[in-house]
């Protein structure tokens, strides 16, 4: 009865499986799984912030502000957007590693309570990995006899976490920082010594930069994804750019 209860009628194999698919989703951030999260933070936030000053510099522009009153108003602007990116990318980090524990207090009370399911659990992983008979025994036999070691095969092989690549809530934030930082420097250093179309390509190289950065840690296809990023951005400047235009020229 226990047996069923634990497995919920399913298989030892079909209750790994979802298992595993649960432990993804709740190890999943905005940010995604594989990058390390200071540089998914910093690289989100510098192209945010670059489609957001530059866009914003634009309507300045267009009320016709002059140089130094745009440099000024994104200054300011981007002090609390700092401010509200650097909480953030903390506070997604804190929400991450309270998931984490949960998931850990969870898993401990199930080996503690259900070891015999456990093993049936370690049984099946393993002898998809190609152990089989004794050797399959003596291998399950060994993770079995530590309940720490057990505890950590179990959520990295059951449910598809990796405990290394958790990072510090502070070290997240400190990459949304850099981000904002970075983009914030570089539009606004553009405002003061380019016309609006210097700033616009400032941006699109800030934004450009960020894909790059993003697509080589999560190994994913460069160019690809800066068109992406790049069309993705032009796209909603565009449309923001035209429904200006309409209400000004009304």
Not at 43 to 50: L, V
Not at 85 to 107: F, N, P, Q, Y
Not at 206 to 229: D, H, K, L, Y
């Amino acid at each position: 009865m226990a047996e069923e209860t634990h497995f919920s009628g399913k298989k030892p194999l079909d209750h790994v499986v979802e298992k595993q698919t649960a432990g993804l989703l709740k190890s999943a951030e905005i940010h995604g799984v594989e990058m390390p999260g200071h540089l998914a933070a910093g690289t989100d936030a510098m192209k945010e912030s670059a489609f957001l000053l530059v866009f914003l510099a634009t309507v300045l522009d267009r009320l016709a502000y002059t140089p130094n009153e745009i440099g000024g108003i994104l200054t300011i602007f981007s002090i609390g957007w700092m401010l509200w990116k650097t909480g953030r990318a903390a506070l997604l980090g804190w929400h991450h590693l309270e998931r984490m524990h949960r998931v850990m207090e969870e898993e401990r009370w199930e080996i503690e309570h259900h070891r015999k399911q456990e093993r049936q659990e370690l049984l099946e992983l393993y002898s998809v990995k190609g152990f089989q008979g004794k050797l399959l025994d003596d291998v399950v036999d060994v993770l079995m006899s530590d309940s720490d070691r057990l505890l950590r095969v179990m959520l990295e092989e059951e449910l598809g976490l990796t405990l290394e690549t958790t990072e510090h809530p502070l070290l997240q934030s400190a990459g949304a920082f850099f981000g904002v930082l970075i983009a914030a420097v570089t539009v606004i250093l553009s405002v003061l010594f380019f016309p609006i179309y210097g700033i616009i390509i400032t941006g699109a190289i800030v934004v450009a930069t960020a894909s790059v950065i993003a697509a080589r840690n999560e190994r994913n296809r460069t160019i690809p994804a800066t068109i992406w990023n790049l069309g993705m951005a032009g796209a909603a400047f565009g449309i923001g750019y035209f429904l200006l235009d309409f209400v000004l020229t009304r």
